[in-house]
């Protein structure tokens, strides 16, 4: 899309670097650092940040700190305590949906949907930790017999 005519906004003190444009009675948002279009403006100021690291949102119990306030909500629940996220296959409980989410992969085997290299380098670190551990208690009751 061509943006002429365009004109940047600025927000207080910062720049957002965002262009607006209006076509077809859409107004569309870009960012002036890869030129990606949005059509909310909260979108790119949410984008934007990938681009300046800004983390506005900071935990109050950790050091942490996040771009996306709704992160920042979903990391807050696990200082709570409270888990109420159930795994049906061994009831480990998870704080938050996406931390069960990246469990469930140890039981389905779904570890990274695209890339096959780092299934095989799990795979064959699995296999080295389990040779190190053959290998030691085999080594280990070894010793035991001299």
Known sequence: MLFCGCHYHASGNRMYGRAVCQVNGVK???CVYCAKEFKKPSDVVRHVRIHTHEKPFKCGHCFRSFAVKSTLTAHAKTHSGVKEYKC????KLFSTQGSLKVHLRLHTGQYCHYNVGCILDLQSTLLMLQFVHVWHNFAFNSM???
């Open 28 to 30: 569309w948002h870009q």
């Open 88 to 91: 049906q296959v061994c009831e």
């Open 144 to 146: 035991l017999r001299w």
